[in-house]
Structures are given as structure tokens and as C-alpha cells.
């Protein structure tokens, strides 16, 4: 254990609210280092432990002995001026081996909970006040002005985030929507390219081909009375030209049908010799 008489003197001390206790906790730059001390008397004094009975199972742990050091503390008095005085002190990240080491069966019932709630909860409150704070520097500190427009301007980057994320769902709807408009097109377009009454023939070019099948039909009736000519001259034509009636011949075929026609005519004239 360190001599008393080279207490470290610290740069910041703090007193902590822990339930009805005020546990205080200096820092000490130690070789370029922060290290958080707390003293050890005054938790034993909140948790009605013998002070000289802990000093001593101190000295006997070979841990505890060699990191309890002697530490400069302002202590406050009411209606007395302040007073500095060394204080053996634990370092915090030790104080829990220490507090462990407490058998809770040994107090006294009605501070039996104290020393539990000190041994789950006092590391975290004096780390918090200390290890886990935002660093002192006048840049990090944050008036309340300041933290209500962050926090607009957070509100306003969610709601652009999820305007974003809205947008890019309808975007991809209507990207699927215009591919199956796409295909339909293509699907009427081709259909209308079979049906256009403008590439269809005229009904004076239907009843001309109609004549032309009546007329060939008949005449090869004459000759074999058995079969039905006339639809079998329709059933070739509709074969031929991939039609499934004959007003549907397209004007660039109605020439080609004529001459199929007459060729057949050409046939039947022949078989009736």
C-alpha cells in the first residue's frame, strides 16, 4: 500500500445521488492516464460496516492492498469552510471486488438490501457520472435549444427517409405497371394488324370471292353430286390463308385468293371435259 503522505491530489471530484447516500469520486491523472478513485470509509460508514475491520481485510488481499491509495478529498461541512483530507481510496473499476467480499449475511438485517444494491449497482452510477459522460469540451455540450432543433432536424430526415421509401414503392409499381400495359399493347396491336378493317377486304371483294367458290362449287357438284364442294373449297381457302372466314382475307392477300380460286375453277372446267 501506498504511503499516505504521497496522496494523489485529483483534477475533478463529484458527488453522486445513490439512493439517500452521496458517494463522492475524485479523477487523478496518473502517468497520462485517467483513473476514477472512490473512498472507501464513507460507503462503509452508509453500510454500517466496521471501517477498521475493512481496512484490515484490505491489507491482507494481496489486490486490494496494492491498488488502495491515499487520495486528496474536499469534505463539506455545514457552516464550516470546506477542508481537504486524504482518504484511502479504491479505484472504481476495483471498488465491486471489494464490495463483493462484504459476506451480506453478516450485517445487519435492516442494511442487508444497501449492500446488495451497492453491490449491483454502484460501479454503474459513479461509471456513468464519470466514464460514460459526454467529454467537457464546450463544442459537445448541448443546450436545450440546441437538442430540441436536432431533434427537428432528425424528425425531418425520418420523414424524408420515409417519403423516399414511399415514392421508390410507387415507382416500382407503376414500372410494372407500364410493362404489362407494354404487353398488352403489343398483344392489341397485333390483334388490330389481324382485324384492321383497313387491311381487311371490302364486302364487295368478299362477295366477289363468295361468287367465285359458289361458282366452282357448282360446277364441280355436276360432276360428283356426293361431296359438298362448296365447303370444302371454304375449308382449303381458310387453310391456305390462315383465316377463319374468308372476310378476313387481308387486301395483300385477295389477289393471291383470286388465284387460287381461278385455278381451281381452271381444275374443274377441265374435269367436266
Same mark, same amino acid.
Given at each position: 500500500?501506498?504511503? %499516505?503522505?504521497?496522496?494523489?491530489?485529483?483534477? %475533478?471530484?463529484?458527488?453522486?445521488? &445513490?439512493?439517500?447516500?452521496?458517494? @463522492?469520486?475524485?479523477?487523478? #491523472?496518473?502517468?497520462?492516464?485517467?483513473?476514477?478513485?472512490?473512498?472507501?470509509?464513507?460507503?462503509? #460508514?452508509?453500510?454500517?460496516?466496521? $471501517?477498521?475491520?475493512?481496512?484490515?481485510?484490505?491489507?491482507?488481499?494481496?489486490?486490494?492492498?496494492?491498488?488502495?491509495?491515499?487520495?486528496?478529498?474536499?469534505?463539506?461541512?455545514?457552516?464550516?469552510?470546506?477542508?481537504?483530507?486524504?482518504?484511502?481510496?479504491?479505484?472504481?473499476?476495483?471498488?465491486?471486488?471489494?464490495? &463483493?467480499?462484504?459476506?451480506?449475511?453478516?450485517? =445487519?438485517?435492516?442494511?442487508?438490501? =444497501?449492500?446488495?444494491?451497492?453491490?449491483?449497482?454502484?460501479?454503474?452510477?459513479?461509471?456513468?457520472? &464519470?466514464?460514460?459522460?459526454?467529454?467537457? #469540451?464546450? $463544442?459537445?455540450? @448541448?443546450?436545450?435549444? !440546441?437538442?430540441?432543433?436536432?431533434?427537428?432536424? =432528425?424528425?425531418?430526415?425520418?420523414?424524408?427517409?420515409?417519403?423516399?421509401?414511399?415514392?421508390?414503392?410507387?415507382?416500382?409499381?407503376?414500372?410494372?405497371?407500364?410493362?404489362?400495359?407494354?404487353?398488352?399493347?403489343?398483344?392489341?396491336?397485333?390483334?388490330?394488324?389481324?382485324?384492321?378493317?383497313?387491311?381487311?377486304? @371490302?364486302?364487295?371483294?368478299?362477295?366477289?370471292?363468295?361468287?367465285?367458290?359458289?361458282?366452282?362449287?357448282?360446277?364441280?357438284?355436276?360432276? #360428283?353430286?356426293?361431296?359438298?364442294?362448296?365447303?370444302?373449297?371454304?375449308?382449303?381457302?381458310?387453310?391456305?390463308?390462315?383465316?377463319?372466314?374468308?372476310?378476313?382475307?387481308?387486301?395483300?392477300?385477295?389477289?393471291?385468293?383470286?388465284? &387460287?380460286?381461278?385455278? $381451281?375453277?381452271?381444275? !374443274?372446267?377441265?374435269?367436266?371435259?
Amino acid at each position: 500500500m501506498a504511503e %499516505e503522505s504521497k496522496a494523489l491530489v485529483p483534477v %475533478e471530484q463529484k458527488v453522486v445521488e &445513490f439512493y439517500d447516500d452521496k458517494l @463522492t469520486a475524485v479523477r487523478v #491523472d496518473v502517468e497520462g492516464r485517467s483513473v476514477i478513485y472512490v473512498p472507501v470509509r464513507p460507503i462503509c #460508514d452508509y453500510l454500517g460496516v466496521s $471501517w477498521s475491520g475493512q481496512r484490515q481485510r484490505m491489507n491482507r488481499d494481496p489486490v486490494l492492498s496494492e491498488e488502495l491509495t491515499p487520495c486528496v478529498v474536499v469534505t463539506h461541512t455545514q457552516g464550516q469552510p470546506d477542508q481537504r483530507r486524504e482518504m484511502l481510496c479504491l479505484p472504481l473499476d476495483v471498488v465491486n471486488g471489494w464490495l &463483493f467480499g462484504i459476506n451480506a449475511n453478516r450485517v =445487519r438485517e435492516e442494511l442487508r438490501r =444497501r449492500l446488495i444494491q451497492y453491490q449491483k449497482e454502484c460501479y454503474r452510477v459513479l461509471a456513468d457520472a &464519470f466514464v460514460n459522460r459526454p467529454a467537457p #469540451d464546450d $463544442w459537445m455540450q @448541448t443546450s436545450p435549444e !440546441a437538442m430540441a432543433a436536432l431533434q427537428q432536424i =432528425r424528425e425531418n430526415a425520418l420523414a424524408v427517409a420515409r417519403l423516399a421509401e414511399e415514392q421508390m414503392q410507387m415507382m416500382s409499381r407503376l414500372d410494372k405497371a407500364a410493362v404489362i400495359i407494354g404487353q398488352h399493347g403489343k398483344r392489341i396491336t397485333a390483334l388490330e394488324a389481324q382485324l384492321s378493317p383497313r387491311e381487311a377486304i @371490302t364486302d364487295e371483294q368478299a362477295a366477289d370471292i363468295s361468287a367465285k367458290v359458289l361458282a366452282i362449287a357448282t360446277e364441280m357438284t355436276e360432276l #360428283d353430286p356426293s361431296k359438298n364442294h362448296y365447303q370444302g373449297i371454304f375449308a382449303e381457302l381458310h387453310r391456305r390463308f390462315r383465316v377463319t372466314s374468308y372476310k378476313n382475307i387481308r387486301q395483300s392477300q385477295y389477289q393471291a385468293v383470286l388465284d &387460287f380460286l381461278d385455278t $381451281w375453277a381452271a381444275a !374443274a372446267g377441265r374435269g367436266k371435259k
